[in-house]
């Protein structure tokens, strides 16, 4: 499959899948105790004993979106539409990521939307991808482009819109201490980045619509 999809792709970095260089478990359950004692604590108390060994392991799971490619999820189309060619709208995917200057939380939704010219994508590929890329140390700048790139090259629709509205633990917890401020980015190629009509439509679906 990684071969098929790097012949009929162009090679970029947001779309294969990245090379790791992890360090060991025993090197990175003595930087986590490392850390412990940076909090005051102390690493061998009963209570923490056991502390990182389970942040190595929660580490692997909330990062595991450096052991996937976003491109390879969006491979298999569906073409048997119905000649159905209008706007594809997946709303409220919620996603946890981490900020990457602090590598805490970022708790956000994700707005994708595309219009498909000829093929369709099975939903679910549309939230895999963009846990996959949450699954990585990030700006929200960052994972909204990542998303609607990824999109727009390897399913070459008319065009893809992304919104994300999301609250940076970083800026609530520490720092400025701001709760509740969101920061709202967005990403439009094709089709929606020429004709603001199409955007201010995908922006109505996104507040809009029956589903609420
Ligand atoms: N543009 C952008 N900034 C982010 C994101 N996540 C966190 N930040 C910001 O990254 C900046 C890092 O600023 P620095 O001055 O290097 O770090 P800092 O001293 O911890 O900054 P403060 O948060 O202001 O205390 C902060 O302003 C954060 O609010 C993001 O997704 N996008
Ligand atoms: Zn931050």
Known sequence: MDAVIKKIMPASAYMEKPVTDRPSQQEVETAVRTLLRWTGDNPDREGLVDTPKRVAKAFLEMFNGYDMCPAEELGRTFEEVAGYD?????RDIQFHSHCEHHMVPIIGKAHVGYLPDGKVVGLSKIARVVDIFAHRLQTQEAMTAQIANVIQDV???RGVAVLIEAEHMCMAMRGIRKQGSTTLTSTFTGTFSDNADEQIRFMTMV?????R
């Open 86 to 90: 209008d706007l594809v709208l997946v």
């Open 155 to 157: 399913l070459n629709p």
């Open 207 to 211: 507040r809009g619509g029956l589903v």
